[in-house]
């Protein structure tokens, strides 16, 4: 089994909770923000810190100015070159972690969600890339 690793540097913007398209690869949506520079595995609290958007929630009273960030729709974002083997049969895409309720698009194309952060999320995408 060969395994890519796409944790590191990935890029995101946020929208309000909705209002967010995928149109050509692209996000699009009235008022969107961004992008800013992500880490993956990560939090959009602590990319939002590192971009000076917000200030560290768990110090003092700063989580009751963080709580605009609930009300958006997160898009995470990431370009990577894969080569496929003969020997693949079968590619998936595995998180380790996704928060709550997720999409995941693969070159611009739907290809599965998830709902529980509590479970690794493993979506099946040969007829994708294959």
């Not at 089994?1 to 946020?14: E, I, K, N, P, Q």
């Not at 929208?15 to 992500?38: D, F, I, Q």
């Not at 959009?44 to 110090?59: Q, Y």
């Not at 700063?62 to 020997?87: G, I």
Request: hydrophobic share 35%; with cysteine; proline share 5%.
């Amino acid at each position: 089994m060969d395994t890519t690793w796409l944790d590191g540097d990935w890029s995101v913007c946020w929208c309000k909770t909705g209002s967010g398209t995928l149109r050509n690869g692209s996000v699009h949506a009235r008022g969107l923000k961004g992008p800013v520079r992500a880490k993956v595995p990560g939090e959009v609290h602590w990319d939002l810190v590192r971009a000076g958007i917000i200030k560290e929630p768990l110090t003092g009273l700063n989580a009751k100015s963080c709580r605009w960030v609930e009300e958006y729709e997160w898009w995470y974002r990431r370009e990577f070159f894969w080569k496929p083997q003969p020997l693949h049969k079968r590619v998936e895409l595995v998180f380790d972690g996704l928060d709550t309720t997720a999409d995941v698009y693969l070159n611009g194309r739907f290809v599965g969600s998830h709902n529980n952060c509590f479970t690794p999320c493993r979506i099946d995408i040969t007829g994708h890339i294959l």
